[in-house]
T-cell receptor
Framework: GAVVSQHPSWVICKSGTSVKIECRSL??????MFWYRQFPKQSLMLMAT?????????EQGVEKDKFLINHASLTLSTLTVTSAHPEDSSFYIC??????????FGPGTRLTVL | QKEVEQNSGPLSVPEGAIASLNCTYS??????FFWYRQYSGKSPELIMF????GDKEDGRFTAQLNKASQYVSLLIRDSQPSDSATYLC??????????FGPGTSLSVIP
């Protein structure tokens, strides 16, 4: 299957700082990338959908100014959590899709905000 | 009504038995259906996908789809302790979003 990587795999930061998470498709060109958030013992919640070269589409209730998404190339999307607070602590997972094929997930990034 | 629903579980089966996982969805226009397995603290991994009504088999796994009933299931034959995980049903809706169900926790008892 296709390989999607995420970096970093885990990060701890102080409240008020910004954190950038990278998502890369390693062996295919991802026309669309998705960002999900998962709280403990809950399912994945879609945060936003990004298509290469265009603005991300955010789900209802997700603050676009707080969660900045950039999809500058067909292999890279970044999620920046700005002014992070403890309630932003979560498991952030990206997935990538080529055209209308199935999605492949990255390994996830565990964010802890102190 | 939630868009994708699953048995809340946890589901416990003895080793070697068949585990049956169920999922219903609300968007009648959905076309693609996926089953993911997620181990604790890990990202989901795709087990199977199904597009057409009927059964699709891959090794010990069989996905069943009934679009009229808006129902999709996953059967795991000869369950192994290593199958113990949370199984997520995902549905690609008619508006091109993949929505996940809450997941069913499966425990295979040796």
């Amino acid at each position: 299957g296709a390989v999607v990587s995420q970096h970093p795999s885990w990060v701890i930061c102080k409240s008020g700082t910004s954190v950038k998470i990278e998502c890369r498709s390693l062996d295919f060109q991802a026309t669309t990338m998705f960002w999900y958030r998962q709280f403990p013992k809950q399912s994945l919640m879609l945060m936003a959908t990004s298509n290469e070269g265009s603005k991300a589409t955010y789900e209802q209730g997700v603050e676009k100014d707080k969660f900045l998404i950039n999809h500058a190339s067909l292999t890279l999307s970044t999620l920046t959590v700005t002014s992070a607070h403890p309630e932003d602590s979560s498991f952030y997972i990206c997935s990538a899709r080529q055209f209308y094929n199935e999605q492949f997930f990255g390994p996830g990034t565990r964010l802890t905000v102190l | 009504q939630k868009e994708v629903e699953q048995n809340s579980g946890p589901l416990s089966v003895p080793e070697g038995a068949i585990a049956s996982l169920n999922c219903t969805y609300s968007d009648r226009g959905s076309q693609s259906f996926f089953w993911y397995r997620q181990y604790s603290g890990k990202s989901p991994e795709l087990i199977m996908f199904i597009y057409s009504n009927g059964d699709k088999e891959d090794g010990r796994f069989t996905a069943q789809l009934n679009k009229a009933s808006q129902y999709v299931s996953l059967l795991i034959r000869d369950s192994q302790p290593s199958d113990s995980a949370t199984y997520l049903c995902a549905v690609k809706t008619s508006y091109d979003k993949v929505i996940f169900g809450p997941g069913t926790s499966l425990s295979v008892i040796p």
